[in-house]
Every structure is written in C-alpha cells, then in structure tokens.
C-alpha cells in the first residue's frame, strides 16, 4: 500500500443520523487505479460509507458529519456537488436505466453537463459502451428502450452511464447482487478492465466476490453502540490469507456472532 | 453462528492425517527392527501396507478438494487444508522411504548383516520421535516446538556421515562387501531424507500459525 497513489481518503469521519452515531471515525485511504472491496455484515454501514464518497448522504435529512472525506486531497464538502459527482459516479444494487433509449441513458450525463454536439455525443456514447463492455450486444439497436435488456446487460448499460462523464472513481453497490452467475461475471470482468482507468470502490456481502474482484480489502462491523467502524484494511490476499484481526477473521471464515 | 458441517469436515480430515501418520512412524521402527532381524516376511507385510497408507493419503487429498470446492474456506481455515494437503504429501513419502528399507531388507535377504545398525537404528529413532513431535506441534499449532524440532535433524546428517564413513571401511577391508554396504548405506540415506521430510512439516506447522512460509532447511 505504501507504492500506491490516494484517490480518496477519509480522517476521523463520522456519520450520525440524527443522534445516532453510524459511522465512528474512520480513517482510510482508498489507493488508485485499484479495487477496494467493503465487506462487513447488514447494518454495519459499510453502504453509508459509501455513500459518503459522493455526498449522496446529503439527501437524508437529519444527516450531519464530522471529520472530512478527500478527493484528490480536496475537502468534498467544499466541492460543487454536481462536479463532484461527476467525478464520482455511482453503480447501484439494482440495475436503474431510465426509461429511455439506449443512446439517451449514456448521453444523459455528458448532456447534463453541457456536451450539445451530435456527434460527438455518438464518439462518446460508443466509447462508453465499449468500455462497459456491452457495446457489441447493442450497437445495432442504441434506440431501444434500455427497460428492454436483460438485467445483467441492463447493469453494463449503468456502468456505462456512469463513466460517460469520465469520472475518476466509481462507487459500486452491490452491483452483481441482483444478477445471475454469468452476468456476475462479466461484471467482475468488465471491473478488472475499469481499473486501468478509474478507482473503483465496491460494497458487497458476497466475500467471495470480494476475493476475486479486489485488489484491497475493508471490513466493517458495528460496536457496542452499534456505530460502524473499520476493523482491518489491507491486501485482499493478506485479508483472505492472514487476517490480523480476530474479527476479521471470525467474518470471512463464516465464524461470525 | 457456527459452521458445523464444516468444522467436522477439518477434524475428520486432521484426524486422518494423524491416523495415517502414527501408521507410517510404525512402518517407519519395524523396516528398522526387521532388517536387524532379518525378518523377510516383516518386510513384506510393510511393502504391502505401504499401499493402503498410498490410498489413506490420496483419500486425505480429495477431502481437502472437497472442503476446498464446497467451503470455500480463507484464513487459518484455508492454511490449515493447504499444510494438511502438503502434509500428507511428506508423509506418503516417508512411507515410501519405510518401504524402500523393507525392499532392501528383502534383496539382502535373510543371511547374516555385515555389521550391527546402532547407529541406523538410533538415526530411526531420532527421525520417528521428530515426526511424532511435529505432527504433535501441528495439532497444537505450536509454533515454538516447530522451530525447535529442525534442530534435531542435524543429529540425523552427523550420524549418517558417521555410517557412511563407517560402510567405506568396510568396503576397503573387504571389497566383497561391497553390495551389502551399498545398501545399508542406502537405508541411512532413506532415514536421513525423513529428517528432511519433518523439517518440511515444521515449515507447514509455521505457515499454518503465522501465514510465512519459511524455509528451515
């Protein structure tokens, strides 16, 4: 970890709804061009925490923290949150395409954001189709309503959406959860491709995904008080081999409560 | 939350590692006994039993798949299936180290031995008391015992120079002698190697404790 480059980091960050404490002071710093796995049972805020990485929690009212998170060294509470999430994009749990065609689901971010020229919207809606690795499956019908594929293309076709901004990070949640083995797959490739370009952040209760996507490894779990807190970041091969925790390792092993 | 079916999948497995190893360290005294006493049809039945230890181990190898493949284990669970799978492997091959002695045993047949094998002998006893305490450190994961236990080897290599020096004179006073001292030279290397062997167990039991492969060597 020593060799890598910070994309994203948190100092003593806390989360509370309302007086309840979720998140207890964490402290991390999510390396670049790499990919951090969350794990840690329901309810140990590992999505919160997430979530905090593009401000999403903001939406939530009675929502207040303290401590601060870090894009590339800059507060994010300091940022505009529309730039911000545009460098932070977000994969959700179930596949969410609008209910538009294929093209416009892609071409909605780069539009937001002012891109007005036909055609190179298209240079850039193929491109992020290619790179979401779905591009061959819907070159030939981008006016189709994305409703209309399947869930695991319908997930790719997200991906796409996201880094059609050209985001630096991408906050995964879950993102293969709700798909079937093969689509898994194909998402956990595409991910491994991601990374030569984007950092890529995802929370998933599937440990063996964890082991196999990832390139680090964050366990989460609650305290007495039932906030969460970060018990062990490190390798994944030294999480799933030689975890320093007991906690950890009680966790991964199936051994847990 | 517990995992039952799991955890008695590992003590099964462990337990018939520890099984098939109190089997190969009695296969392991008797190639002795039976060459000193010249006992052909010892040295038959542990030619013969060496199979059903052959057949322990590969049976050993496919729970490890299994728990491996079904499980999925990580950690300390997933040290433990590794060292138990290169476990078995070091101990198949003492067996077969039993066996060539027995093999020996029966080419020099039944006649009279050169020479008597106290220090062949004591060289068994050192390396069988080496194996019982390493598979004793790694039932305990006692990580101290295992670094302890390599150090005893050395006694092994000293007395198999001494033998080796011991058959070369033999050999000089009476150069007839020679393929009787070819083979129980061969017999000390076979035990020098299980030294060898334990010493690569206690390198298991050290990664199974600690996650660092070592080599102690």
């Given at each position: 970890?020593?060799?890598?480059?910070?994309?994203?980091?948190?100092?003593?960050?806390?989360?509370f709804?309302g007086?309840?404490?979720?998140?207890?002071?964490?402290d991390?710093?999510?390396?670049?061009?790499?990919?951090?796995?969350?794990?840690?049972?329901?309810?140990?805020?590992?999505?919160?925490?997430?979530?905090?990485?593009?401000?999403?929690?903001?939406?939530i009212?009675?929502?207040?923290?303290?401590?601060?998170?870090?894009?590339?060294?800059?507060?994010?509470?300091?940022?505009?949150?529309?730039?911000?999430?545009?460098?932070?994009?977000?994969?959700?749990?179930?596949?969410?395409?609008?209910?538009?065609?294929?093209?416009?689901?892609?071409?909605y971010?780069?539009?937001?954001?002012g891109?007005?020229?036909?055609?190179?919207l298209a240079?850039?809606?193929?491109?992020?189709?290619?790179?979401?690795?779905i591009?061959?499956?819907?070159?030939?019908?981008?006016?189709?309503?994305?409703?209309?594929?399947?869930?695991?293309q319908?997930?790719?076709l997200?991906?796409a959406?996201?880094?059609?901004v050209e985001p630096?990070?991408?906050?995964?949640?879950?993102?293969?959860?709700?798909?079937?083995?093969?689509?898994?797959?194909?998402?956990?490739?595409l991910?491994?491709?991601?990374?030569?370009?984007?950092?890529?952040?995802?929370?998933?209760?599937?440990?063996?995904?964890?082991?196999?996507?990832?390139?680090?490894?964050?366990?989460?779990?609650?305290?007495?008080?039932r906030?969460?807190?970060?018990?062990?970041?490190?390798?994944?091969?030294q999480?799933?081999?030689?975890?320093?925790?007991?906690?950890?390792?009680?966790?991964?092993s199936?051994?847990?409560? | 939350?517990?995992?039952?079916?799991?955890?008695?999948?590992?003590?099964?497995?462990?337990?018939?590692?520890?099984?098939?190893?109190?089997?190969?360290?009695?296969?392991?005294?008797?190639?002795?006994?039976?060459?000193?006493?010249?006992?052909?049809?010892?040295?038959?039945?542990?030619?013969?039993?060496?199979?059903?230890?052959?057949?322990?181990?590969?049976?050993?190898?496919?729970?490890?798949?299994?728990?491996?493949?079904?499980?999925?284990?990580?950690?300390?669970?997933?040290?433990?299936?590794f060292?138990?799978?290169?476990?078995?492997?070091?101990?198949?091959r003492?067996?077969?180290?039993?066996?060539?002695?027995?093999?020996?045993?029966?080419?020099?047949?039944?006649?009279?031995?050169?020479?008597?094998?106290?220090?062949?002998?004591?060289?068994?006893?050192?390396?069988?008391?080496?194996?019982?305490?390493?598979?004793?450190?790694?039932?305990?994961?006692?990580?101290?015992?295992?670094?302890?236990?390599?150090?005893?080897?050395?006694?092994?290599?000293?007395?198999?120079?001494?033998?080796?020096?011991?058959?070369?004179?033999?050999?000089?006073?009476?150069?007839?002698?020679?393929?009787?001292t070819?083979?129980?030279?061969?017999?000390?290397?076979?035990?020098?190697?299980v030294?060898?062997?334990?010493?690569?167990?206690?390198?298991r039991?050290?990664?199974?404790?600690?996650?660092?492969?070592?080599?102690?060597?």
């Amino acid at each position: 970890m020593e060799n890598e480059t910070t994309r994203m980091s948190t100092e003593g960050y806390s989360l509370f709804y309302g007086r309840f404490k979720a998140l207890n002071s964490i402290d991390i710093k999510i390396p670049s061009n790499r990919i951090t796995a969350f794990i840690g049972p329901s309810g140990c805020g590992k999505s919160t925490f997430l979530r905090s990485f593009n401000r999403m929690n903001d939406l939530i009212p009675g929502v207040t923290t303290t401590g601060t998170v870090r894009l590339d060294g800059r507060d994010v509470a300091k940022e505009d949150v529309v730039k911000l999430r545009k460098k932070v994009g977000m994969v959700f749990q179930r596949p969410n395409p609008f209910p538009k065609s294929i093209f416009d689901n892609v071409a909605y971010g780069p539009r937001l954001h002012g891109l007005r020229n036909r055609s190179d919207l298209a240079v850039l809606v193929e491109k992020s189709l290619r790179q979401a690795a779905i591009w061959e499956e819907v070159k030939d019908d981008l006016q189709k309503s994305g409703m209309s594929l399947s869930g695991g293309q319908q997930q790719r076709l997200c991906i796409a959406r996201a880094i059609a901004v050209e985001p630096e990070v991408i906050l995964m949640d879950e993102p293969a959860s709700a798909l079937d083995p093969v689509a898994t797959l194909k998402i956990e490739e595409l991910m491994n491709e991601l990374k030569m370009n984007y950092t890529i952040a995802i929370v998933t209760h599937n440990m063996q995904q964890a082991g196999r996507v990832s390139d680090y490894t964050a366990f989460m779990l609650t305290d007495q008080n039932r906030a969460g807190n970060l018990i062990e970041f490190g390798a994944t091969k030294q999480i799933f081999t030689t975890p320093v925790d007991s906690r950890t390792e009680d966790y991964i092993s199936g051994r847990f409560g | 939350m517990s995992r039952d079916s799991f955890d008695r999948e590992l003590h099964e497995v462990k337990r018939n590692l520890f099984q098939v190893t109190g089997e190969v360290r009695k296969n392991l005294s008797a190639s002795v006994r039976y060459l000193e006493n010249r006992d052909m049809q010892g040295a038959a039945m542990i030619i013969e039993s060496d199979e059903i230890i052959n057949l322990r181990c590969i049976e050993i190898e496919e729970q490890c798949l299994n728990i491996i493949a079904t499980q999925q284990p990580v950690a300390t669970d997933l040290r433990l299936l590794f060292s138990i799978l290169q476990i078995s492997t070091e101990i198949e091959r003492i067996g077969d180290y039993a066996k060539g002695i027995a093999r020996i045993s029966q080419k020099i047949g039944p006649g009279k031995l050169i020479k008597p094998l106290l220090s062949i002998s004591r060289m068994e006893e050192i390396a069988n008391e080496m194996l019982d305490d390493a598979i004793r450190a790694f039932t305990e994961d006692d990580e101290k015992a295992a670094r302890e236990i390599p150090a005893r080897d050395l006694q092994i290599d000293v007395l198999y120079n001494q033998v080796h020096r011991e058959l070369l004179t033999f050999i000089l006073e009476k150069p007839s002698n020679i393929e009787q001292t070819m083979m129980l030279d061969w017999v000390a290397h076979n035990i020098e190697r299980v030294g060898d062997r334990v010493v690569n167990i206690c390198e298991r039991v050290i990664f199974t404790v600690t996650g660092v492969s070592v080599d102690l060597n």
